[in-house]
C-alpha cells in the first residue's frame, strides 16, 4: 500500500528552467511533509519541509506548495542547475514517538547543462 | 563527527548464507532506522528503533532481523539471505523532538545475493 505516490519518475530540464515535482497522499493524520535528495552512491539527506499549517515554503530556490484539502505537495525548483541532479523523495510523517517516514518512489531529476 | 556509518558499503552473498549489516551513530539520537531502497519503490521501512532496548517492525520486516546493541549502534542480519533481498540497505537516525525533524542517513552498504 503506498500511501505516498510520487510524479514524475525521472525529469529532463535545461539548465536556467523550472523543475516541478508533484506528491499525493493517503492518510490524513500525516502532519509533516519533508523533501529529501539523494546523489548518487550517498544517502538521502533533507532538503526542505513544510507543514499542513502554511501552504507555501521557500528556502533559496527550493519551495513548497501545499493543498491540504486536495492532499498534495509539490517541490518547485526555481533556475535549475547541473548540481541539482539527483533523485528527489517526498516523504511525510506523523507527529509520535520514532517519527516513522514514509517515502514516495523518487525522481531522478537531470538538469542539462 | 562521523554522523552515521554503515559496514560494509558492498556485499555479495550467495543464497541462504547469513550475514549482518552494522550502523553506528555520533549523534546521540535516540531513534533509528533500516530502510531498503529498490528502484521505482522508494525507501522501505524495515525495522525502527525508537529507543535503546526497543525495536519495532517497519512496512517490509520479513526475512530480517535487528538488534539495538546500544544507543550507538543498530544493527540489521538477514538469517537466509534470498535473491529478493538484493537491495541497497540504508540506516537513519533521529531525534524526533528536534526542529525541523531530520531523519540523518548513512552512505548504504549495496548487497547481492545470488
Known amino acids: 500500500q503506498q500511501q505516498v505516490k510520487q510524479s514524475p519518475q525521472s525529469l529532463i530540464v535545461q539548465k536556467g528552467g523550472i523543475s516541478i515535482i508533484n506528491c499525493a497522499y493517503e492518510n490524513t493524520a500525516f502532519d509533516y511533509f519533508p523533501w529529501y535528495q539523494q546523489f548518487p552512491g550517498k544517502g538521502p539527506a533533507l532538503l526542505i519541509a513544510i507543514r499542513p499549517d502554511v501552504s507555501e515554503k521557500k528556502e533559496g530556490r527550493f519551495t513548497i506548495s501545499f493543498n491540504k484539502s486536495a492532499k498534495q505537495f509539490s517541490l518547485h525548483i526555481m533556475d535549475s542547475q547541473p548540481g541539482d541532479s539527483a533523485t528527489y523523495f517526498c516523504a511525510a510523517s506523523i507527529s509520535g514517538s520514532a517519527r516513522q517516514l514514509t517515502f514516495g518512489s523518487g525522481t531522478q531529476l537531470t538538469v542539462l547543462p | 563527527n562521523a554522523g552515521v556509518t554503515q559496514t560494509p558499503k558492498f556485499q555479495v552473498l550467495k543464497t541462504g548464507q547469513s550475514m549482518t549489516l552494522q550502523c553506528a551513530q555520533d549523534?546521540?539520537?535516540?531513534?533509528m532506522y533500516w530502510y531498503r531502497q529498490d528502484p521505482g519503490m522508494g525507501l522501505r521501512l524495515i525495522y525502527y528503533?525508537?529507543?535503546?532496548?526497543?525495536?519495532d517492525k517497519g512496512e517490509v520486516p520479513n526475512g530480517y532481523n535487528v538488534s539495538r546493541l546500544n544507543k550507538r549502534e543498530f544493527s540489521l542480519r538477514l538469517e537466509s539471505a534470498a535473491p529478493s533481498q538484493t537491495s541497497v540497505y540504508f540506516c537513519?537516525?533521529?531525534?524526533?523532538?528536534?526542529?525541523?525533524?531530520?531523519?540523518?542517513f548513512g552512505p548504504g552498504t549495496r548487497l547481492t545475493v545470488t
Open positions: 528503533s525508537a529507543s535503546e532496548g526497543t525495536t
Open positions: 549523534m546521540n539520537h535516540n531513534s
Open positions: 537513519a537516525s533521529s531525534e524526533h523532538t528536534g526542529q525541523p525533524y531530520e531523519q540523518y
